[in-house]
């Protein structure tokens, strides 16, 4: 009896996680990218942001950009709509511009800015099994990411463009938070 209520346990956990409960839970991982958008819209239609706002541009472009490259939500999928989207990871000049102008933004502007980095954080934390380590166990070890960083990216090139990613926004949304 206890063999088979074991067996049933874990058919039942490698189906929650490699089956059809996994594909929802993808599915839902791209609500928060929908409910920015929705909010980018209602800040426009209720006339508090206006639709010339460079703030708003860069948001609702990007946002509509990634929605639906996104829509098979996997680990490349979302890195290669991110490599294709106008937010820059290797140019920190022009990051910090873009940077600049949202922090001068409507304080609601400013509400979903946060909203959309934190949005991409977290799904690129919760696709890529690196980030998920690498928060966990070395999160303030430089180093180690750094080192670990150059490993990926001759081994593991998505993993590696993911962390890339994850760290820049990363720091985009610790300095929204603050501001």
């Not at 996997?74 to 940077?99: C, D, G, K």
């Amino acid at each position: 009896v206890a063999l088979m209520l074991f067996v049933i346990f874990l058919s039942f956990t490698l189906y929650c996680l490699f089956g059809g409960l996994r594909r929802e839970k993808m599915k839902a991982a791209r609500y928060p990218l929908f409910e920015v958008r929705d909010q980018l819209v209602m800040l426009v239609a209720q006339g508090r942001v206006s639709e010339d706002d460079p703030t708003f541009q860069f948001l609702y472009q990007n946002v509509s950009h990634l929605i639906p490259h996104v829509k098979p939500l996997t680990l490349a999928a979302i890195v290669e709509a991110l490599n294709t989207s106008t937010l820059r990871l290797e140019n920190h000049s022009a990051q910090e511009e873009e940077l600049a102008t949202i922090l001068k933004a409507d304080s609601e502007l400013l509400k979903v800015s946060e909203q959309f980095f934190h949005a991409l954080l977290s799904i690129l934390f919760s696709r890529s099994w690196f980030i998920w380590f690498s928060a966990g166990w070395t999160h303030s070890s430089f180093t180690l990411a750094s080192t670990c960083r150059r490993f990926l990216s001759r081994t593991f090139q998505k993993q590696a463009d993911a962390y890339r990613w994850y760290k820049s926004l990363n720091r985009i949304t610790v300095l929204l938070a603050a501001a």
